[in-house]
């Protein structure tokens, strides 16, 4: 039986507000020439003190051995199994964009890119162009595409840099369709094949859109091309509201989390533009209005991803120094984790378990004294699953009601 | 979800080498005469320095409180739920002995016995006869038994002692028959009787056997009877490489391992004869043929049965010595551990957890520096399922893709 279901039921509307900080990508691993993990080598004073007065454990995110992409590594610090729940890359970016994308809606993620006199993608990014260069192709691409007999509509919208969504509306489409973006160069585009018999109308649908597209930017460059990848129709979740009585807000400022928040259904603050910007938006946005806080930190996953144990340090160090702006508010529980590890020396995401700290009146506080992987580890909180954090941040926030008599 | 689904899905035909050094039942209990369990008080440098330089914690291999028999504990190591997947022991000791079974086949264990005028059991192992009376005996059997109506065959092998393989081959033939042996003396052998309507045809034909080996055994002593157990259909399982594109190869010595390692579809190499010869045989295997290596040790098990303290210690002290002979070798991960506790003054099996190492380049390596029960249920890898081991190893070896987005 998935626990969390069992939440539902015991939710009550009442008990005290949640704030989540999720340090995206913060799991490390030791460095040897730096003497530690990032986290290890990190002057964090303030998360320290936290992590003393605090609850501490290591997550699991999605399980054993898996190495978790972004979303699936939110939905599960959220409390939806993400193998239960897969969301396509296409629904995320539309929603993050900030697109008002409704139920059914087929979404895309999509690259401009450039390809060579036979069509052989040169460039998947198209030399990054930028956004404004974007703005004007989609712009240009929504006034000249004409998709005839169908009668529903299509969007096509800037995101930033290389990348936009794309956005088919109306009846009877299907979003089963593979990937065009051939995730390599010096090959063409692959059609957006059916991937069975109820998505073949809506294959035929995009042939002909892609169709289109060609002619508009023949004469463009390096951005001659699109790519599409990660087709699917948007199915919402059911809310944390719905599920666990939290009105939500989310304070991020990149697509991918703004997106998993508004499928959750809370509230997205217009982007703060900036990470000390983003610790003081929940300031502003703190009220009688929310339950539940969503304080999204991108760059310690950035860095990880580049290999930069340094520049992991420093975000970490940043993040130390803006704590007591959110510390200090009076937040009945708080909980610090990641949605994944991204140690630099491997540069990329891992399955290695994620700090946890949550800090709460009703906390059986513990002897870990620092906030690094493996003080946690050895926290009473144990080892478990990334989906166990609802539940305790409920439970510790009084938002759950007992179970039998 | 079982979770090693998901491990088939993201594992890649990429990735390094991995070893399992599998020391049977090593896991142990406290002597108060002894000052410690049987790896505490082994003197075991290299065991220590491995875990150091290693991801520790424990397993618990099938489930809370449950004691494993050496099948289960296995197939829970390699990602199979021993809780799915119950496997007989015919079959296992069919595999075992390098019997070359085909699926459907119907597989039963077989004890040579001696029984008394009235057929009552007064050994279950006929003074556990020498190995060439049991060949001789077989070749007996195979040689005088006819089964009229039968139009399959019927297979009669020696396993070792007092030990043989009791295998039919046809059509319409169902393996759900209760045992024979009574497991215990005084009483007659049991008929084996069906356990449903299907069975029925298949119980009558050993039924029939059955009589006619009493008849061709009546004028031997001791071993005028035998006993049957564990009847069952061989259904081969997928095996590691189509699950998880491993390419696995088995030293062991003992039927058991290598059954299961065939039924897995592991290569198993001929029989080492010796502990000694086996770490040496890993070597001499070692190869860009295999990805997956299972090293079985078999007396850690064997002298904690015995509940012979000393002796499983001086099994564990050999072993720390011949360890170098593998980590020498550039195995990407190693993973030491056992398929369940044994400890000598239980002097049986037991449902302990395991202690647990994994050494990689990618490992969190912890803080723990000794290979005993105590020092690794407080790494990194804390207290898990059996089951976990597998994604754990490959996820390490880096033969798993990231899952979502």
Redesign the interface.
């Known amino acids: 039986m998935d626990i969390s279901t069992v939440w539902e039921k015991l939710a009550w509307n009442r008990g005290g507000k949640i704030l989540y900080l999720v340090l995206d990508g913060v799991g490390g691993?030791?460095d040897p020439d730096k003497g530690g993990t990032e986290l290890q080598v990190a002057e964090t004073p303030n998360l320290d003190r936290f992590a003393e007065a605090a609850s501490c454990g290591?997550l699991e995110i999605?399980?054993?051995?898996?190495?978790?992409?972004?979303?699936?590594g939110h939905l599960a610090l959220f409390g939806y199994d993400?193998?239960?729940h897969?969301?396509?890359?296409g629904v995320?970016s539309a929603l993050g964009s900030d697109f008002d994308l409704q139920p059914n809606d087929i979404a895309a993620r999509v690259n401009f890119a450039t390809v060579d006199d036979d069509g052989r993608v040169t460039d998947r990014r198209a030399g990054r162009i930028d956004t404004e260069t974007n703005r004007r192709l989609c712009d240009k691409i929504c006034d000249r595409v004409r998709l005839d007999d169908f009668e529903g509509e299509f969007f096509f919208q800037t995101v930033s840099e290389h990348r936009a969504v794309f956005v088919l509306r109306g009846r009877g489409l299907d979003g089963r369709l593979q990937d065009t973006d051939p995730q390599t160069t010096g090959t063409t585009p692959n059609p957006p094949q059916p991937k069975d018999e109820n998505s073949r109308q809506t294959a035929k649908l995009v042939q002909s859109f892609l169709e289109n597209v060609r002619e508009v930017l023949a004469d463009e460059h390096p951005a001659n091309a699109i790519l599409m990848r990660?087709f699917q129709r948007y199915e919402p979740l059911p809310s944390l509201r719905d599920r666990f009585g939290l009105r939500g807000v989310c304070i991020a400022d990149y697509p991918?989390y703004r997106g998993v928040s508004r499928l959750l259904g809370m509230d997205v603050v217009p982007r703060p533009g900036g990470m000390k910007e983003r610790f003081e938006a929940l300031r502003s946005h703190y009220s009688d209005d929310y339950d539940f806080y969503f304080l999204h930190v991108k760059h310690s996953d950035s860095r990880g991803e580049d290999a930069n144990f340094d520049g992991k340090v420093n975000v970490i160090e940043e993040v130390d120094r803006l704590l007591p702006h959110v510390t200090d508010l009076d937040i009945d529980t708080i909980a610090i984790t990641a949605d994944h590890s991204t140690p630099a020396v491997?540069g990329?995401?891992?399955?290695?378990?994620v700090p946890l700290a949550i800090r709460a009146r009703s906390a059986r506080v513990d002897n870990v004294s620092r906030f690094d992987?493996?003080a946690c580890?050895?926290g009473v909180l144990?080892?478990r699953p990334g989906t166990h954090l609802m539940g305790l941040a409920l439970a510790h926030a009084g938002r759950l009601q007992k179970f039998g008599a």
């Open positions: 691993l030791p290591q999605v399980g054993p051995g898996i190495t978790p992409g972004s979303g699936p993400p193998l239960q897969d969301i396509g890359r995320l990660g991918m491997l990329g995401h891992s399955w290695h378990p992987e493996y580890a050895s144990g080892t």
